[in-house]
């Protein structure tokens, strides 16, 4: 199956308010993490990534922590504007030197103004 | 100056049919891929070469060729296509174990 789990969605929020994505994954060993954001009518755009634990990934205001003892990887905003629209994806890489990416199902956000 | 270009972005076709999505990067990656995305959004991976060698080969039909002519490009030929070949297929770069820079993504729709 997936090994990574993600919120489904959609989501519905209002303007300003606080995101947190869920994301978990299965590994044997330290995957590198990424959440991807599509926005309508484009492919994927890397938001952000983290590589190894503890590490914490920050972009455009979002953030997600590496979290090696529950095997997570969050991905949170304080207050999120009506162009954070879109559909979020969680992915970890393949271990083992593939280049293979395994991606969540993707949840889509709609913030209103 | 894009990066990851597809064409098309939009391909509507009969049952039956053979068909090509075409995908180019200028950004100097060894790595390329083909994903397919369907209607409840979720992604997969199909294909990935790596310097014109392919490496992933997840179980796709064999109707789904990729043939990869340079480092720069990776095409998706679809043989017979079939109504549940329609999807968003998206193609990707990457620099060795690094991020994947995705294209725009083709919308297939298959009648």
């Known amino acids: 199956g997936n090994s990574v789990t993600q919120m489904e969605g959609p989501v519905t929020l209002s303007e300003e308010a606080f995101l947190t994505i869920n994301c978990t994954y299965t590994?044997?060993?330290?995957?590198?993490l990424f959440w991807y954001v599509q926005y309508p009518g484009e492919g994927l755009q890397l938001l952000l990534k983290?590589?190894?634990?503890?590490d914490k990934g920050s972009n455009k205001g979002f953030e997600a922590t590496y979290r090696k003892e529950t095997t997570s990887f969050h991905l949170e905003k304080g207050s999120v504007q009506v162009s954070d629209s879109a559909v979020y994806f969680c992915?970890?890489?393949?271990?083992?030197?593939?280049?293979?990416?395994?991606f969540g199902k993707g949840m889509k956000l709609t913030v209103n103004p | 100056d894009t990066a990851v270009s597809q064409t098309p972005k939009y391909l509507v076709t009969q049952m039956g049919n053979d068909k090509s999505i075409k995908c180019e990067q200028n950004?100097?990656?060894?790595?390329m891929y083909w994903y397919k995305q369907d209607s409840k959004k979720f992604l997969k991976i199909m294909f990935s070469?790596?310097?014109?060698?392919?490496?992933i080969n997840e179980t796709v039909p064999n109707r789904f060729s990729p043939k990869s002519p340079d480092k720069a490009h990776l095409n998706l030929h679809i043989n017979s296509l079939e109504l549940g070949d329609s999807a968003v297929y998206f193609c990707?770069?990457?620099?060795?174990?690094?991020?994947?820079?995705f294209g725009p993504g083709t919308r297939l729709t298959v009648l």
């Open positions: 590994a044997t060993g330290y995957p590198s």
């Open positions: 070469y790596n310097n014109k060698e392919l490496i």
């Open positions: 950004l100097g990656h060894d790595t």
């Open positions: 990707a770069s990457s620099p060795h174990r690094n991020e994947q820079f």
């Open positions: 992915a970890r890489r393949e271990m083992g030197g593939s280049e293979k990416l395994v």
């Open positions: 983290a590589t190894k634990a503890d």
